[in-house]
């Protein structure tokens, strides 16, 4: 007999009665009920429980132990009576009578509970990870991911794809972030970057002739914590194409992703492939207020500033005089609210950092508020007819400059959405958003900035770029776009050198800076490039979204917390002097602010 275990804590059944048989794994939970103590023991693969009486020699063995110990368990299958079988669990027909009791590992006492999934404090958490992946909807999150990263490589690979390897220390890349620096001892005063994404590596694969790359790549990005987004690392679905348009990327790839999420949505509908839908982001602006819109809320946003050109409203003549819009939310079926549910809108937009939100209500065909009694009823019925709401409907208005209302009535879209019980949650929701701009204003630096991939081809090619106001080109880029998430990026890359120089002189960079940053791709494409494009597809955001998690951090192995600390591991930690010398590094501590007073 194996020393450990002749199965796995799933697999016993009825017709394992009878048999003696040896088990490993934790001791998950105990009952004790007055000289018979049940012990449900766990491994990787299920439960199974464990009976010791007066009879069994394992008896106060177990009793002495804490959960979480790890134990060997030697004994006889029985079949549990009618009334106590577990429907719930695998193995819910038969108990284990413990004969003899290994003790592998004594346990210490826990800094916190794994058998219960009550929420506990992140930091204790991701201190004590181990414990944590021992958890059952973590531990069942993880097995997901692997599972879908090994279907999304079946799939790429029926696609006639190639996964190959790009390099992890490589030079710095204009991603959006800042990098990571890795300091070269053999090179003093030089950095190697972790890289933000294998982008020009994978070009130049392109350019060397494979046609098809793929990888689950890691990427690195030294970057603020969201909920959707790691501190540190992630993975993303990197892969190029040659020979295409962005229309074949698009056909190429909706069957690999929505195959994917097909597989593990369990009873939740999937947008078909060939049947996302492709929306301009101007358009997504307008009717989402956001590029990446979530198609389950079905309210869609108006712009309704012609109808206050001239209004008995002031403030919104004024806006829209002044250049400002007027964007409008419906809020159907609302003449059952009460006045605090709008008030509460207008607090909440408020608080967000708005001026307000705007509504007026409506009841069996009566208008209400202060914006319906000054605009008219007349003027505010026509507002009505134009939008197609009904009697019994509300709306919000948000106004503003057109970015600043853009962005209010889309959190307003999704917050009425909510309230409203609109959002059909049983469905994954995909789409593409196109037409990106190439560039846009940076405020900051009042300058022209790309507004995506750098590398991207500008819609018109070099003719644009040379007679077109650049922040009227449109890209080659597209968004996947599913719930409300970004899951995927790409774009058709700018394989000619000449357009390439002319692209990045528009944000302000000379021939010479493009050669020195991107001496590598720009050398490549002066010896015959392939047109190609491709896309990157957020591995960990599709997980989270086909788990049900709300954070990042319940789909990953061993992430960092809000710090960007790793509380397991201890980093980042302080360098040894030595190493420091060897890099030719030294550390200054930055100065403590200046006190009041």
């Not at 709008?342 to 914006?371: C, S």
């Not at 040894?576 to 602010?593: D, G, M, N, S, T």
């Amino acid at each position: 007999m194996h020393p450990y275990r002749t199965h796995t804590c799933a697999q016993l059944s009825s017709d394992h009665v009878g048999e003696t048989v040896r088990l490993s794994g934790w001791v998950h939970r105990k009952r004790d009920h007055g000289g018979v103590l049940f012990v449900d023991l766990r491994d990787h693969y299920g439960i199974t429980q464990i009976v010791a009486d007066s009879d069994s020699a394992a008896l106060p063995v177990l009793e002495g132990l804490r959960v979480e110990s790890v134990v060997t368990i030697e004994g006889e299958v029985k079949a549990r009576v009618a009334e106590t079988v577990n429907a719930n669990l695998a193995t819910g027909a038969i108990e284990v009578f413990a004969r003899g009791v290994t003790v592998q590992s004594a346990a210490e006492e826990l800094p916190m509970p794994v058998a219960d999934e009550q929420p506990y404090p992140e930091d204790i958490r991701l201190k004590y990870r181990f414990l944590d992946l021992r958890r059952e909807t973590l531990h069942k999150n993880i097995m997901t991911r692997v599972a879908v990263i090994a279907d999304m490589r079946a799939r790429m690979n029926a696609a006639g794809f190639n996964e190959f390897s790009t390099p992890i220390l490589t030079a710095s890349s204009p991603e959006g972030a800042r990098d990571f620096l890795v300091p070269s001892r053999i090179h003093a005063g030089k950095f190697y970057a972790l890289p933000q994404a294998p982008q020009q590596y994978k070009q130049l694969l392109m350019v060397a002739g494979f046609d098809r790359y793929f990888q689950i790549a890691p990427c690195f990005r030294d970057e603020d914590p969201r909920a959707d987004r790691l501190p540190g690392e992630f993975y993303q679905l990197d892969l190029e194409m040659s020979f295409v348009t962005q229309e074949e990327v698009w056909e190429t790839m909706e069957p690999v992703i929505q195959g994917t999420f097909a597989a593990f949505a369990g009873d939740k509908a999937v947008t078909p492939a060939g049947e996302f839908p492709r929306i301009p982001y101007d358009e997504a602006m307008l009717k989402y207020g956001s590029d990446k819109p979530d198609l389950r809320n079905p309210l869609i946003i108006s712009d309704v500033s012609s109808h206050f050109t001239q209004s008995g409203f002031g403030l919104f003549e004024k806006i829209v005089g002044g250049g400002g819009v007027v964007r409008a939310i419906p809020a159907p079926g609302t003449h059952e609210k009460s006045r605090k549910f709008f008030d509460d809108m207008n607090d909440w937009a408020r608080k967000e950092g708005y001026a307000g939100l705007g509504y007026v209500t409506r009841k069996g065909g009566e208008f209400g508020g202060p914006i319906a009694k000054n605009h008219g009823p007349e003027r505010m019925a026509e507002l009505y007819a134009e939008l197609g709401l009904g009697e019994n409907d509300g709306l919000f208005f948000a106004a503003g400059k057109e970015a600043d209302a853009a962005k209010l009535a889309g959190a307003a879209r999704i917050r009425v959405g909510e309230e409203l019980g609109l959002v059909d949650e049983n469905r994954f929701e995909l789409c593409w958003i196109v037409d990106f701009p190439f560039y846009e204003w940076n405020e900051d630096e009042k300058k022209v900035d790309f507004s995506h991939n750098p590398f991207s081809m500008p819609q018109g090619g070099i003719e644009a770029l040379e007679g077109q106001d650049p922040l009227t080109i449109k890209a080659f880029q597209y968004d996947l776009v599913c719930n409300g998430y970004e899951i995927a990026s790409g774009s058709i890359r700018n394989h000619m050198p000449e357009t390439m120089v002319k692209a990045f002189e528009i944000v302000g960079l000379s021939k010479a800076d493009v050669e020195e940053r991107f001496g590598g791709m720009y050398r490549a494409f002066q010896y015959g490039a392939p047109p190609h494009g491709g896309m990157a597809a957020g591995v960990d955001r599709i997980i989270m979204l086909l788990c049900g998690a709300k954070n990042l951090r319940e789909i990953s192995l061993f992430p960092m917390n809000q710090r960007a600390e790793d509380l397991l591991m201890g980093a980042p930690s302080p360098a040894e002097p030595r190493a420091l010398r060897e890099l030719h590094l030294r550390v200054i501590e930055p100065q403590a602010k200046p006190t009041a007073g």
